[in-house]
């Protein structure tokens, strides 16, 4: 058959040489002999240099330049170069934009051929790559291979600049943004910058409000799986994340990291401002607000403004009333959470803030922080009209109505001692 006749066949789509193994058919005899090669299992061309085979013999010329570092394929647009004419014809697309591969089924469209084939497998549910040592199965070879690292735990990329390593190039890439300081995925929406793709994907969902991940047990739906994740525990009431230096457990890992700063004294998030340094970058955050005076968190109902959502959100409760935490051994009932469990601590008993000076235990982180000003002599909090100090702000205040004759506590005809309201 003449060179134009099977020329002619790529214009008619022709296919006329059938493989007797399976389905597939070409346009040519060479393209059918070279496929047939791919059942029988057979490489007849041989590296020189190393004992790597081939089924066919340009795959063998490719091959061959990795050893000489020959890139002969330049790109005519930028400086990348390629060792294959196929990878530079790939490469070319990332300048002229084209999608020629469109998909019948959505508007999904690519630049490659094999980018269309793995997309349709979204449509099919097909996922031809099976793990040999589970029942996880993929729509793409290379998902297999990062998946087949979590059985054997090799971490082969390895950071130059710190001890941190990686299963995945990707993992590596992102990881050295972390020294670099870079952040080339930049949000359309607003000033927001990262280092990692996934990381911008993630923040484009603060701005669309889109929370796809959803709770099977309860309402609850989250922006993000791993969030999704973190909540269903509370479902189980399950806390994986112990401390190995006391009793405490938590259910996310994080709060376990957090945890572990009150044992080190370690706050590695400094203030420029002052001396004020946190464990938690949030807390930064919110600190550097007392220096510019900004109060993000406005209630709809008055003229109130707040540093923290939380602060916000119980203010709320002052315009409603509500007091949704009920004791279940007395008749107390409570606006915010925080105080529920304080009260509860009177009828367990339970004091979990203990002094490392004198062994006195607490029910109130507060309580023991005050507690501390006894042994170190610490007065902060002082008074405006004398120099009188005081280690905790009740002290203070019991004192300050020496100043303004103020008595707010009344004896009743019964003899009990109540508030003045």
């Known amino acids: 058959m003449s060179h134009l006749k099977y020329h002619t066949m790529t214009h008619t789509r022709k296919k006329p040489f059938q493989c007797d193994l399976c389905d597939a058919v070409f346009s040519t005899k060479s393209n059918l002999n070279r496929h047939a090669v791919t059942h029988t ?31 002969p394929f330049k790109c005519d ?22 999608k020629s591969s469109q998909c019948d089924l959505c508007d999904a469209a690519f630049s ?22 589970c029942d996880a199965a993929f729509s793409q070879k290379n998902h297999l291979k990062r998946h087949m690292v979590t059985h054997t735990g090799v971490k082969s990329f390895k950071c130059d600049l710190c001890d941190a390593a990686f299963s995945r190039k990707t ?10 300081g870079e952040k080339p995925f930049k949000c359309d929406l607003c000033d927001a910058a990262f280092s990692g793709k996934f990381n911008l994907k993630q923040h484009m969902i603060t701005h669309t409000g889109e929370k796809p991940f959803k709770c099977d047990l309860c309402d609850a739906a989250f922006s993000r799986k791993n969030n999704l994740k973190g909540h269903m525990i509370t479902h189980t009431k399950e806390k994986p994340f112990k401390c190995g230096l006391c009793d405490a457990a938590f259910k996310r ?9 009150t044992h080190t004294g370690e706050k590695p998030f400094q203030c420029g401002l002052c001396d004020a340094a946190f464990t938690q970058k949030n807390n930064l955050k919110q600190h550097l607000m007392t220096h510019t005076g900004q109060k993000p ?8 403004a707040f540093l923290k959502k939380g602060d916000l959100k119980q203010h709320i409760v002052s315009h409603t009333g509500e007091k949704h935490f009920q004791c279940s051994m007395c008749d107390a009932s409570f606006s915010r959470k925080n105080d529920f469990r304080r009260h509860m601590m009177i009828h367990t008993g339970e004091k ?68 003045v309201t």
């Open 297 to 304: 968190f406005k209630c709809d109902l008055c003229d109130a």
């Open 171 to 180: 993992g590596l890439k992102y990881h050295v943004m972390t020294h670099t």
């Open 77 to 98: 647009q930028c400086d990348a170069a390629f060792v294959a004419k196929c990878h530079l014809k790939r490469h070319m697309v990332t300048h002229t934009g084209e």
């Open 253 to 261: 890992s994080i709060d376990l990291k957090r945890h572990l700063m």
């Open 352 to 419: 979990p803030f203990q002094c490392d000076l004198c062994g006195a235990a607490f029910s109130q982180k507060n309580c023991l922080k005050y507690h501390i000003m006894t042994h170190t002599r610490e007065k902060p909090f002082k008074c405006d009209l004398c120099d009188a100090a005081f280690s905790e702000p009740s002290k203070l205040r019991r004192h300050v109505v020496t100043h303004t004759g103020e008595k707010p506590f009344q004896l009743s005809h019964e003899g009990l001692i109540s508030k």
């Open 112 to 133: 490659q051929k094999n980018y269309l084939k793995q997309h349709m497998m979204t449509h099919t549910g097909e996922k031809p790559f099976q793990c040999g040592l």
């Open 41 to 71: 299992g057979e490489k007849p061309f041989q590296c020189d240099l190393c004992d790597a085979t081939f089924t066919q013999k340009n795959n063998l010329q490719q091959h061959v330049v990795t050893h000489t570092g020959e890139k």
